[in-house]
């Protein structure tokens, strides 16, 4: 007995408790309690203790994900803006699928003319035939663009150009997420750069001077919050040989980046530009991860990830609302200004990759300047 306690009384342990090596022992006053669970445990027997600890565990898990589930819809924010478009002239880049779908729909619901810049025809057609008839908007358009390829987005501008008298909110909405296949663009760019970067940065000049007669005119730029797990290296502005799962989200920073640039640039001349973060959604965007991969992935968006209908509040948002009226410079999240990281603010940055970015595009002494 000589890890007795001090104060209490010995008592003798049942041979059935004896631990070989002696060390366990206890006090008089816990021996009824000991007793009383000897009899629970004789009572339940252990494989339905380990049912009680299994549904405690699926109890639990159930309760965070109806939790996170309250969350997202209790933080959603909602467009709330009734503004008509009406006369108003939108393209939006990318809305065959997700976010851009359902912010098409509501923008051809408020009446606006919608120029859907789209690379698969067929199914931006099947599509525009659907809006027609559910909003009764006639004056929907499919044109062809391929962002990844710099002649298709100078085809496309020229078309736009010559086509249209007007452009009141050019949306980039379009985006590619590589996982793990290095894939370089026929103008020798890196894929996700090309498609999420570099081709809205050239597509912006060759429309600036539209939107400028058609002020006040806004430019939507869909970001992402995943900005925050990267950076931006400037002497390697076109990273071919890097983790593409990566690049996504270089390509994100470097949106918010070319935002905060165009803005400063457009100052006085009628056009805003705002970034944005839609959320995490439950999209095609993540269609290139693969098994096994894709398999906790595909859970994880199933139970917490916001429809695409609430996924495009934000850039309806931007692209409609009164309280955007010369705002310009900002990001958003659920409806709402929100802070970005000091280093993706610095304006020498910003200067310093609008200049990389005018070479990679190759932009032509005959193109509009910004
Ligand atoms: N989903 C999210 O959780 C999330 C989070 C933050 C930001 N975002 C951003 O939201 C935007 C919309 O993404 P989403 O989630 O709605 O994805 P999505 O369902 O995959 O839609 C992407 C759209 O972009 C188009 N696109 C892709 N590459 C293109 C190219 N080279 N040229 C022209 N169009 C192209 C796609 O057209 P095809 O049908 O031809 O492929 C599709 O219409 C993206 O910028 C994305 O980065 C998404």
Request: aromatic content about 8%.
């Amino acid at each position: 007995m000589s890890k007795l306690r001090q104060g209490h009384s010995p008592v003798v342990i049942p041979s059935s408790l004896k631990v070989k090596g002696g060390g366990l022992y206890f006090l008089a006053e816990e021996v009824p309690l000991l007793a009383k669970n000897i009899m629970f445990l004789n009572v339940i027997h252990w494989t339905t203790l380990c049912y009680l600890a299994v549904a405690a565990v699926v109890g639990g898990a159930v309760l965070l994900i109806v939790a996170l589930r309250l969350y997202v819809c209790y933080t959603l924010g909602v467009c709330k803006s009734k503004n008509k478009m009406d006369g108003k002239t939108v393209i939006i880049t990318g809305c065959t699928s997700g976010i851009g779908k359902e912010t098409a729909r509501n923008l051809a619901k408020r009446g606006a003319k919608l120029i859907m810049a789209c690379r698969n025809l067929d199914l931006a057609n099947k599509f525009k035939d659907e809006l027609t008839k559910e909003t009764g908007n006639a004056n929907i358009h499919v044109r062809k663009l391929d962002l990844s390829s710099l002649q298709s987005v100078r085809e496309f501008a020229r078309q736009i150009n010559q086509e249209e008298s007007r452009l009141d909110v050019l949306i980039h909405n379009a985006g590619t997420a590589e996982f793990l296949k290095k894939k370089v663009t026929e103008d020798g760019l890196e894929m996700t750069m090309a498609t999420n970067q570099f081709g809205p940065f050239l597509l912006t000049h060759l429309l600036i001077d539209l939107l400028k007669r058609s002020k006040p005119s806004r430019i939507v730029v869909v970001a992402s919050e995943l900005y925050r797990l990267a950076s931006l290296n400037l002497d390697n502005p076109n990273p071919t040989t890097t983790f593409p799962g990566y690049l996504y989200y270089v390509s994100k920073y470097a949106n918010v980046v070319f935002t905060l640039e165009l803005a400063r640039r457009l100052e006085g001349t009628g056009v805003t530009a705002n970034c944005l973060h839609p959320g995490m959604i439950d999209s095609e965007i993540w269609r290139n991860v693969h098994a096994p991969f894709s398999w906790p992935l595909k859970l994880i968006v199933k139970l917490f990830f916001k429809t695409p209908e609430q996924g495009a509040q934000t850039s309806i948002h931007l692209a409609v609302s009164d309280e955007l009226n010369g705002v310009s410079g900002k990001y958003f999240m659920d409806c709402a200004e929100r802070g970005l990281s000091r280093g993706i603010q610095d304006t020498a940055t910003g200067k310093k990759y609008w200049e990389i970015c005018e070479n990679i595009v190759k932009l032509q002494p005959s193109d509009p300047k910004i």
